[in-house]
């Protein structure tokens, strides 16, 4: 059973350009979460999605941050016209449908590097 | 809103000596607490939690966390450490009932030398 999985691992992209991140959850896993981390800093809660909703979002920048969890395919956090500042480590994780909470499980990351 | 404060942003210790990670919260609702592991350049790991029951939680390689509500903590403690316990330790807190996210400290570095 394979985990959380995100791609890419590694992605630069010059300033102004687009991210796109790629998270899918573990089988059976209808909850995604995305975390950004900072240099030095804990894990900061970004978006909180269910296949085609989001539930809470109240963690993402206002503008240029996107995030969606289609009905087929993975959960994507998107990021148009980067700027440094959002160099970070983006975790994505999954947990089940319920009330089973403490179950997330967290994917490797990806490490986004703004130059 | 709640908080998370990790006192020590480093601990160094000895192989086989005691370690604790202290974990203060805040919050004005009753919570879940964790302690997740991060190895360099990996994802988190859940070490482990409280939901509810008895106050002291203990992971299957020695870790045990114990919950005092009076002091609003939960000390991550090891009686003794190994090398391989090198790694970056964040405490965690989510509300009961509430959306599903974890608010995170700063974590603690903890570092084992031989």
């Known amino acids: 059973n394979a985990g959380v999985m995100q791609n890419p691992r590694h992605l630069v992209r010059r300033r102004g350009q687009e991210a796109r991140l790629r998270c899918s959850p573990m089988?059976?896993?209808?909850?995604v979460y995305w975390y950004r981390q900072l240099p030095e800093e804990g894990l900061k809660f970004m978006v909180y999605l269910q296949k085609e909703n989001i539930i809470d979002e109240s963690g993402m920048p206002k503008e240029r941050f996107s995030a969606e969890f289609p009905k087929e395919g993975p959960s994507i956090l998107r990021i148009q016209q980067v700027v440094r500042g959002d160099s970070a480590a983006y975790f994505c994780a999954s947990s089940p449908p319920g009330r089973d909470f403490g179950g997330y499980t967290f994917g490797s990351g990806t490490r986004l590097t703004v130059v | 809103a709640q908080s998370v404060t990790q006192l020590d942003s480093q601990v160094p210790v000895f192989e086989e000596a005691p370690v604790e990670l202290r974990c203060n919260y805040s919050s004005s609702v009753s919570v879940y607490l964790f302690w997740y592991v991060q190895y360099p350049n990996q994802g988190l790991q859940l070490l482990l939690k409280y939901l509810s029951g008895s106050t002291l939680v203990e992971s299957i390689n020695g870790f045990e966390a114990e919950f005092n509500k009076s002091q609003t903590s939960f000390h991550l403690r090891k009686p003794s450490v190994h090398i391989s316990d090198t790694a970056e330790y964040f405490c965690a807190v989510s509300d009961q009932g509430g959306s599903e996210k974890l608010v995170f400290g700063k974590g603690t570095k903890l570092t084992v030398n031989p």
């Open positions: 089988k059976g896993h209808s909850h």
